[in-house]
């Protein structure tokens, strides 16, 4: 870690926890990279992606699971078991 790197740090450690964490929080997402599409083109993939599974359930390929057996196993997931 360079010298001006870790003044920085020694400096946020000063804030309040509320203002680390917000200085924490944009420096974790400047860590990801930018999209490479742009928000028509993810609208346009998940629109044919959403054609593409409604098209396999009307053709019978898929028949998906009924509401009560999903409900019941995110139950027992988010109870640990």
């Known amino acids: 870690m360079t010298d001006r790197a870790q003044d920085l740090l020694r400096e946020a450690l000063t804030l309040p926890i509320d203002q680390r964490a917000d200085v ?24 044919s992606e959403i054609e593409r599974r409604a098209r396999r359930v009307m053709a019978g390929e898929s028949v998906g699971e ?8 995110v139950a027992r997931r988010l109870a640990g078991q």
């Open 24 to 47: 924490a929080a944009e420096l974790l997402a400047s860590l990801d990279e930018p999209s490479t599409m742009d928000a028509e083109a993810v609208q346009a993939a998940w629109a």
């Open 66 to 73: 009924q509401w009560e057996h999903v409900r019941a196993l």
